[in-house]
């Protein structure tokens, strides 16, 4: 595997970001959108327990749905290039099908370390208060970068089941809304609920982007637990996307 072509590659991918507005908006827009409308509506709304605003509360799964949204332009650029007989050409190149979606794997965990270093000091701008110690904010970004894999996953599981990149758009909130509305730590949930948020990624990113940015220690073990359940989740179904795409989504 030759590391100039996946980063070849991966100029690629940023280029064509920069040249498709609606793929930009949803990847870096999006969440500065979510993250300014939710401070301006709840920032100034306390909790009486807790004496944090409202948006201080839904800041951790803000960051986390950051990363969800990822899915939409990873199956719609799968989806396209296919459209476009990229893939085939690229079987008649030196550059193997590996290359090819690792440069979409490091291309787009790149995209959610940019989305957190954009969406860290907007909420601080927006009057946010962490908590956190500077290691639990690196680990923070940690968690993201991770979390980024299990949506690259979804978003390829998305391109092998789409017939073009505007179906993929659609199909990808199949995968977005429940990890949405049940895990991203946004909305209060029954107990009976959030057993079904367990078998969803997201509900480990945003609970431990809660207890980072809370101030709680990097020895609390409830983190590392979360760590080690994402990283799973994410290796999983990051290995299920590619497997799944290369044998069925290449036609």
Aim: glycine letters at 8%.
């Amino acid at each position: 595997m030759k590391s100039q072509r996946i980063l070849a590659l991966v100029k690629i991918q940023f280029k064509s970001l920069i040249r498709v507005p609606v793929t930009l908006f949803i990847t870096l827009m999006l969440p500065i959108a979510l993250t300014v409308i939710f401070g301006l509506a709840f920032g100034s709304v306390i909790i009486e327990d807790t004496g944090q605003s409202v948006f201080e509360f839904l800041v951790p799964g803000l960051f986390a749905l950051s990363g969800l949204f990822m899915m939409i332009p990873v199956a719609q650029s799968f989806s396209e290039d296919r459209e476009q007989g990229l893939l085939k050409r690229i079987n008649t190149t030196p550059t193997t099908a590996t290359e090819f979606i690792g440069s979409h794997l490091l291309s787009n965990m790149s995209m959610a370390i940019l989305q957190v270093a954009i969406i860290g000091p907007l909420c601080l701008l927006m009057g946010y208060h962490s908590d956190g110690a500077t290691a639990g904010i690196i680990l923070a970004f940690v968690f993201m970068v991770i979390y980024s894999l299990s949506s690259i996953g979804f978003g390829l599981i998305t391109a092998t089941i789409s017939k073009n990149a505007g179906a993929a758009a659609g199909i990808a909130w199949i995968f977005i809304l429940p990890q949405q509305m049940l895990a991203s730590g946004l909305y209060p949930l029954p107990d009976s609920t959030r057993v079904i948020s367990m078998f969803m990624p997201l509900n480990y990113a945003s609970d431990a982007l809660t207890l980072l940015f809370n101030g709680v220690t990097l020895s609390n073990l409830r983190i590392w637990g979360d760590l080690v359940v994402l990283i799973i989740f994410s290796v999983v179904i990051v290995s299920a996307g590619i497997l799944l795409f290369k044998k069925y989504g290449k036609a």
